[in-house]
């Protein structure tokens, strides 16, 4: 909804600020290794899946047994672990916020949180 494009911007910096600021509680932490194990086990259900994952895992210059110990180092994480690196990468300052919406619609209201720039939508050629 544009008439609410600054609110929901104000919303994301408080979550990702909560997070910073208030320790995520181990239930949810709990479920979210739990999710994130289970999708990774769910994507490599083929020979052909754990083959596409172990040759990606060569081009990132992972490890061979990356993904083998990729569910130990996962129940590691815990809410301080969340919260540290929430800290250390999120700088609200340098962030960047891109919003696809009518500019006459959002411009003004999006001003209150920053600077803004207005970049046109590239019109596609016909041809």
Known sequence: KFETAAETVNAIFKVLDDTKNIPIPEPEVADARFRVAGQLLM???TITDQARRRL???LDGYPADYYDKYPERLSKVTPENIADLMKKYLDDNRMVIVIAAPADKVKTQLETL?????VPMPVAENK
């Not at 920053?114 to 207005?118: C, I, T, Y």
């Open 43 to 45: 994507s490599m259900e």
């Open 56 to 58: 990606e895992g060569i």
């Open 114 to 118: 920053g600077p803004v720039e207005v």
